[in-house]
């Protein structure tokens, strides 16, 4: 069956070292994102990518970066990890042409990130 | 400034009773709206959407309306289970999906 995975699904590191949390996607999905769930805000988008090579900021980007060497693959680095990062980080997704349909999203587990 | 609104927080419900989940939103550009549902521990998983052009969707128990005057769309569950306890996402899309910040909803026995 199809899924989507998230590694590791806790992580604790201290402020100013780097991180990356792995998503992986066997549903051959052109679209990725990445959010993060914070009490309060609900969702929100901090990368997305429609394609290989191709990556866009989302709402709450700074601090973030991603890239995506192919289809199954987008992992999310916090560049240097701050203590307002940590959340409940969400990989999701999709098939649907950017302009068309509901564009129906499948979420992984999440990673539990704290930051001390 | 929230382009998708969830203003309850939480909701408690009788099993067998009806659950309605609201939601509100300020882009009258929106095309499609989706309900997600989401487990503690777990990944959201979607459950319905609708149309900007329809103002009502039916899966088994749940329904969803949509009223673009009011810029207002409602989760109905009929009838409410316990299994049905999770937080309830509203989510809408120009392009990219928007979140509201959810609703947690309670079925009690």
């Known amino acids: 069956d199809a899924e989507i995975t998230q590694s590791p699904r806790h992580k604790i590191t201290e402020t100013g070292r780097q991180v990356t949390l792995a998503c992986h996607q066997t549903?051959?999905?052109?679209?990725m994102f990445w959010y993060r769930q914070d009490l309060g805000h609900g969702l929100r988008l901090i990368h997305y990518s429609y394609g290989v090579h191709d990556t866009n900021k989302g709402e709450v980007s700074d601090g973030y970066s991603v890239s995506r060497s192919n289809t199954e693959d987008l992992p999310l680095t916090l560049e240097s990890a701050a203590s307002s990062q940590t959340s409940v980080y969400f990989c999701a997704s999709s098939a649907a042409i950017r302009a068309s349909g509901p564009d129906t999203q499948y979420f992984g587990p999440g990673t539990r990130l704290t930051v001390l | 400034d929230q382009q998708v609104k969830q203003n309850s927080p939480s909701l408690s419900v009788q099993e067998g009773r009806i659950s309605i989940l609201n939601c509100d939103y300020t882009?009258?550009?929106?095309?499609?709206f989706l309900w997600y549902k989401k487990y503690p521990a777990e990944g959201p998983t979607f459950l319905i959407s609708?149309?900007?052009?329809?103002d009502k969707n039916e899966d088994g128990r749940f329904t969803v309306f949509l009223n673009k005057s009011a810029k207002h769309l409602s989760l109905h569950i009929v009838p409410s289970q316990p299994g049905d306890s999770a937080v309830y996402f509203c989510a809408a899309r120009p392009d990219k999906l928007i979140f509201g910040t959810g609703t947690r909803l309670q079925v009690f026995p």
């Open positions: 882009n009258s550009m929106f095309d499609y």
């Open positions: 549903w051959n999905h052109n679209n």
């Open positions: 609708i149309s900007s052009i329809k």
